[in-house]
């Protein structure tokens, strides 16, 4: 049915979390080609959307789903490839507009038929890392990251979202999932986070790869 190869690993979780940070260190220890989230928005849309979210939310979200399929099509096509977010959580955002009225449900209805149309043309990653963090933690991150428009947002944002996460990934049943809690870890400058992180998915990617051989 493919005639591309498999991504080896996205990782995953809230804003600020340290998914780059991770997809960086994935990368320089185990050879795999970094792919940082996709993020072309030229039209300033996550700008505008933070401003005026009812009116913004489809047109960037279309635009971000857009460029995430293009994205996944072509690390799928390099094959050795560890992601930063990718087009397997852009249903995640869609559903929370969906829920607070950004989207109404025909835009929604829309959105999810080019979502899904997109599917039927990748294959998930071999692992998906999904990166756990308290709300508050998450704050704290993205206010030391000093994005302006992330900086701005309000509190109830970002734990609608944390919750949303969790939902997402509760239900994942699209291949091997790793669920790391990451509100104590500080895998950026401690030698032993870093090591543990990578035990972790070592791991995780072996056992996939074990069960892939024994099929």
Avoid: C
């Avoid at 094959?79 to 449900?105: C, K, Q, T, W």
């Amino acid at each position: 049915m493919y005639i591309d190869n498999q991504v080896q690993i996205v990782v995953d979780g809230v804003t600020g979390v340290g998914k780059s940070s991770l997809v960086q260190i994935i990368s320089e220890e185990m050879g795999f080609r970094p792919f940082d989230e996709m993020f072309d928005d030229e039209y300033r849309l996550l700008h505008k959307f933070f401003h005026d979210r009812e009116k913004w939310a489809f047109a960037m979200q279309v635009n971000f789903l857009t460029n995430r399929f293009k994205q996944y099509k072509h690390a799928m096509k390099v094959g050795e490839a560890v992601m930063d977010r990718s087009i397997y959580s852009d249903r995640i955002f869609a559903l929370m507009y969906l829920n607070h009225n950004y989207l109404s449900p025909e835009e929604y209805a829309v959105y999810n038929n080019l979502l899904n149309t997109f599917l039927d043309h990748v294959r998930p990653p071999k692992l998906m890392v999904y990166l756990r963090v308290a709300t508050d933690e998450a704050i704290r991150r993205i206010h030391r990251r000093g994005r302006a428009d992330e900086i701005e947002v309000e509190r109830e944002y970002w734990d609608m979202l944390n919750q949303f996460y969790e939902k997402n990934y509760q239900d994942f049943k699209l291949g091997q999932l790793l669920v790391l809690n990451v509100d104590h870890l500080d895998y950026v400058h401690k030698a032993q986070d870093r090591d543990f992180m990578m035990q972790e998915i070592t791991r995780a990617l072996a056992s996939v790869e074990g069960k892939a051989a024994t099929v």
